[in-house]
């Protein structure tokens, strides 16, 4: 016996097993819903539920509060039908998404950009094209069967000259995986990996300016949609943020910088909350999704594309919603959810 899960407004439907995540048998058979994390920590995936019985398995609250569920939306990530169910996502991506792969890649270089960051280059199989949207994200497949996940930071159009991919990775102490890249991995290692993931994507045929809001590392998936607004000639009007603790962690605002001369529509906000006297900063202070409500008290005609730590993103979600109009539909994010790289 299986359920029927149809999702609104785009009509489209798909068959979840009675013990199946709505998720995980929406991607099998290629129906694109939202989601980040995929463990019920992030909350990318929340969807109203407009009619039918869901069951919830383990999940934060931040993630779907008791009011949120209790006002009736879902993550469809843990949430298992137990009837024939509708659901509400104005995300979900057309047919013909990209197919999922698993593959082997080789590590090409290993370059410490900071303090803790890596940009990790991996060279991909030359003989099976890896498709997939700026601002997705790939898992690596450890040996014990645990995963990774991390964005590419290098626009799909650069597989054509040489099929490679680029990661951003800060180092978490203690992390299973991490400590291994910033300790023993070197060049040439091979590891394996799943994609592409994720709904994160720049929607192009929307003609609104647009806000790109980053922290730490999560400007990896950022950089990926640059590139891919430079390549396709997108010239909606576009304001970078970027924020970190100390200056150091805006590890590629040189390459950000070079940019500008020739996307005369981007403009870039860098955003330093905890600056020490030594770093001699004198640009913007604070939090980086406040910068942005100082900048654009009225966001009800913007996209918004986000991604970073959960708490930035989830600030920015509810505060550009609440205080600044932005339609909640206009809303595209990708949370971090680094706590799962703890051993």
């Known amino acids: ?179 291994h890249v910033f300790g023993a991995m070197k060049e040439k290692d091979i590891l394996r990996i799943e994609g592409p993931y994720g709904s994160f994507y720049l929607r192009e045929d929307s003609p609104k300016p647009m806000i790109l809001l980053a922290s730490g590392t999560g400007f990896a998936p950022i950089k990926a949609i640059i590139e891919h607004m430079q390549f396709k000639g997108i010239t909606r009007p576009t304001t970078l943020y970027w924020g970190g603790r100390r200056p150091a962690d805006l590890y590629q605002s040189a390459w950000i910088e070079a940019q500008l001369a020739s996307m005369p529509h981007l403009r870039y906000v860098p955003v330093v909350s905890d600056a020490l006297p030594e770093d001699q900063w004198t640009g913007r202070t604070g939090f980086v999704h406040q910068a942005v409500l100082q900048d654009f008290p009225d966001l009800s005609g913007h996209q918004v594309y986000a991604c970073g730590a959960p708490i930035v993103v989830e600030s920015a979600r509810t505060d550009f919603s609440a205080r600044a109009g932005l339609p909640p539909e206009e809303f595209f994010a990708d949370a971090f959810t680094s706590a799962v790289d703890k051993v």
Do not use: W
Not at 6 to 15: A, C, I, L, N
Not at 81 to 101: C, H, M, N, W, Y
Not at 115 to 139: K, M, T
């Open 1 to 179: 016996m299986t359920f029927s899960i149809t999702v609104q407004p785009s009509g489209r439907t798909f068959e979840a097993q009675p013990d199946e995540a709505m998720l995980a048998a929406g991607i099998r058979q290629g129906i694109g819903l939202p989601y980040g994390c995929k463990d019920g920590a992030c909350g990318s995936c929340k969807c109203k539920l407009l009619s039918g019985s869901v069951t919830h398995g383990p999940h934060q609250a931040k993630a779907l509060s008791a009011e949120e569920e209790a006002a009736g939306y879902v993550l469809t990530c843990c949430g298992v039908a137990q009837s024939d169910v509708v659901l509400e996502s104005r995300q979900v991506t057309e047919a013909g998404a990209f197919p999922i792969k698993k593959m082997p890649v080789r590590v090409s270089a290993l370059e410490r950009v900071s303090q803790d960051v890596i940009v990790l280059r991996l060279q991909l199989p030359a003989s099976d094209a890896f498709q997939y949207h700026a601002g997705q994200y790939v898992e690596f497949l450890l040996r014990d069967g645990d995963r990774r996940s991390y964005s590419m930071a290098n626009a799909p159009h650069t597989q054509a000259s040489q099929p490679s991919m680029e990661l951003h990775l800060r180092h978490m102490p203690g992390g299973k995986f991490t400590d």
